[in-house]
């Protein structure tokens, strides 16, 4: 009875061990398909290409990003009047007097803004030939010549109108703007404040 047992033992093992050979015979003969496909010729030199071509549009836009001119850095020149919050507009007379009008048509009005530095402009009355000016004692008058005083800041502010600084001058770290009175007076730069509406003056296309 125990010979029987032994021996059936080893018959059923040796069937097992024969199963498993099959198995790896099988899987060696027939190996299971891969997930990953080698790219074929065509598809690599399109998709080469394509990066290639997208390399130099990006170069392209970088280097035209550097080369592109800006008018305000090379003395764009615009022809306005300068209508202030109160409702003149800004003129610089024939002796270099600056007040503001309320006559649209008066000659000495029309003014030439030109930039001379990135967000610093000069601005001239076309008929008089001065220039808009602040003193460092906060003064605002005509220049015959441009001059340090005549740098203005140019800004523009939340409801869009513009303010005018002087970008050489300041009184106790602040600002001295360009403004006038609600009577068309030049105001005195160190009472002038950006938030104060005499300060803020809408350019008008002449």
């Known amino acids: 009875m125990c010979i029987w047992t032994v021996t059936k033992g080893a018959a059923a093992w040796s069937c097992i061990r024969l199963s498993i050979l099959s198995v790896l015979l099988v899987l060696l003969l027939y190996p299971l398909p ?5 790219i074929a010729p065509g598809v ?12 130099n549009t990006s170069s392209d836009t970088v280097v035209g990003r550097h080369v592109r001119s800006y008018n305000h ?17 800004l003129r610089i007379d024939k002796n270099g007097k600056v007040n503001g009008t309320k006559n649209k048509d008066d000659l000495y009005s029309v003014l030439e803004i030109k930039s001379v530095d990135v967000g610093i402009v000069a601005i001239k009355g076309l008929s008089s030939n001065f220039y808009l ?31 005018y600084a ?17 009577n068309g007076k030049p105001m005195r730069g160190k009472k002038t ?9 809408l350019p008008i296309v002449v």
């Open 193 to 201: 404040r950006r938030k104060n509406t005499a300060t803020h003056f």
């Open 73 to 89: 850095l090379q003395g764009d020149v615009r022809k306005r009047k300068l209508y202030s919050y109160q409702k003149f507009f």
């Open 44 to 55: 690599a030199t399109r998709s080469a290409a394509r990066l290639s071509r997208a390399a």
């Open 133 to 163: 000016a602040i003193s460092k004692k906060g003064e605002l008058y005509g220049a015959r010549d441009f001059g340090v005083d005549c740098r203005l800041t140019e800004r523009i502010e939340e409801n869009r109108y513009n303010t």
């Open 34 to 38: 891969s997930t990953c496909h080698p």
């Open 166 to 182: 002087s970008a050489e001058w300041r009184n106790k770290k602040k600002p001295m703007f360009v403004g006038l009175s609600a």
